[in-house]
């Protein structure tokens, strides 16, 4: 597409917004063609090789959602967007699980016009880095081979995905997958944890606050919504957004404006929203405590994560890496692992998942004096005597008191961080104790050199 005109089908059976749309892609400088309906825009994608098309969800003689389905089989990597009526948000996400990549709702405003036609043939010239590539994904079982394909499809659509899992699954990583394979990969990725922002400064660090705005408003701020703007915002645990704070992020996902805390006027933007949480965000709307409106919004396409227990095929080769990494961080030669302790993970169902994984190797490295790791070095929960401290069993008396204490606390404070995904301000308040007692006992336990990130 270098250098040649892109080009446009338009479909559309009303002649004024089909003429349209013609000019303003002429004013693009793209070659458009136009089709009053469907049986035409048939013919034309029989017949010819298109980069883009537009078209309306009403065709007189059927639907855009027949030429949705139609043009999968025919040209299954032409990007196609949907022009429907204002509100009728159930066909636009019907359209958007078939294949398109967006919608936009009559009537049409020019500028919101260009950006869907700018967004489109960026897919287009994406298109060919989508295969090839290495997507840093570990493991080849079903569930991880049906996720890759998942992860190409959605990263050329446009539409808002909710990214289901467990804690510790690797939510984020597939997120920041999904924006690197799209169009929108050299933009920003933002990623922001809405469990862990204040409630009463929710609103600026989403949108942004002018200085002077509120006590502790010391200079402007642009606020998330605005710093990924062009890019990808992904709200992980959004489910802990408080009702108010829904309320506004919905509207500004709908109107695709911000108003920052203290300004007058309203700023334009250009994001594609990804969420996650390893609540049922179902469950969670059925309770009142996540807005309906709000969750058909999020929740156009979903993409499930599976926990580790369902890819137990995977942990050799998750080992390894993860091996591979501590090795370079710490400046070592990294251990392998005799025949007992791979079998020893590999019956493991990892409640935490790769989180836990890594916590677990990353212990077992601290504790291995040789170049081979253990079972009795990795101190899972489901072997016995000293390597599981539980506060309801008793204690090996050969274990002396002091390290039996140390035990139960750390497996204690591991859980609290997994469950806050390693914010540690987060933890230490489901601890019951200050920040500052948390990086103590951190220190102390060995453990403040735990890495928050994890890998799927």
């Known amino acids: 597409m270098n250098d040649i005109t892109p080009r446009v089908l338009v479909v559309d059976d009303e002649s004024d917004l089909r003429e349209l749309l013609v000019i303003t892609l002429g004013r693009m400088k793209l070659e458009a063609t136009a089709a009053d309906s469907l049986a035409a825009a048939q013919r034309l994608l029989d017949r010819d090789t298109f980069h883009l098309c537009l078209t309306d969800m009403n065709l007189g003689d059927g639907t855009g959602l027949q030429l949705i389905r139609y043009a999968a089989e025919k040209a299954p990597d032409l990007p196609i967007a949907v022009l429907t009526a204002f509100g009728n948000m159930e066909t636009a996400t019907e359209a958007m699980k078939l294949g398109a990549y967006d919608f936009i709702a009559k009537p049409v405003t020019l500028d919101r016009l260009r950006q869907l036609i700018q967004d489109g043939l960026g897919i287009s010239r994406h298109g060919a880095a989508e295969s090839g590539e290495d997507d840093g994904l570990i493991g080849q079982s079903p569930a991880m081979q049906h996720l890759r394909r998942q992860i190409r499809k959605l990263a050329r659509s446009q539409a808002p995905i909710y990214i289901s899992g467990e804690s510790g699954s690797g939510k984020e990583k597939v997120a920041r997958l999904i924006h690197t394979l799209g169009p929108r990969g050299d933009h920003p990725f933002v990623a922001v944890n809405c469990g862990a922002i204040p409630s009463e400064l929710m609103e600026s660090e989403f949108f942004g606050h002018r200085k002077g705005s509120f006590t502790g408003a010391v200079e402007d701020r642009k606020g998330l919504f605005r710093e990924a703007d062009g890019g990808t915002l992904f709200l992980d645990e959004v489910a802990d957004l408080p009702l108010h704070m829904q309320v506004k992020l919905l509207r500004a996902i709908q109107e695709k404006t911000v108003r920052p805390v203290g300004e007058s006027r309203e700023f334009s933007v ?29 929740n156009v396409i979903e993409a499930h994560v599976p926990p580790l227990r369902e890819r137990l095929d995977d942990v050799p080769a998750l080992v390894d890496h993860i091996l591979s990494r501590l090795g370079i961080a710490w400046d070592t030669t990294p251990p392998t692992l005799s025949d007992g302790t791979l079998a020893a993970l590999r019956g493991y169902p990892f409640p935490g998942n790769v989180r836990e994984l890594e916590n677990v190797l990353e212990r077992a490295m601290t504790l291995c004096d040789g170049n081979i790791i253990e079972p009795s070095h990795l101190r899972l929960p489901s072997q016995t005597g000293a390597d599981t401290p539980s506060l309801g069993g008793s204690r090996d008396p050969a274990l002396p008191l002091e390290d039996y204490l140390q035990d139960i ?48």
């Open 270 to 298: 250009n994001l594609r929203i990804l969420c996650a949480t390893h609540k049922d965000l179902s469950e969670e709307m059925q309770a009142g405590r996540f807005r309906q409106d709000l969750y058909y919004r999020l």
């Open 409 to 456: 606390e750390r497996q204690e404070i591991l859980k609290a961080l997994d469950a806050t995904h390693w914010n540690r301000t987060a933890a230490a308040k489901k601890l019951g104790m200050t920040f500052r007692s948390l990086r103590y006992r951190l220190k102390k336990l060995a453990l403040d050199q735990e890495e928050e990130e994890g890998s799927a």
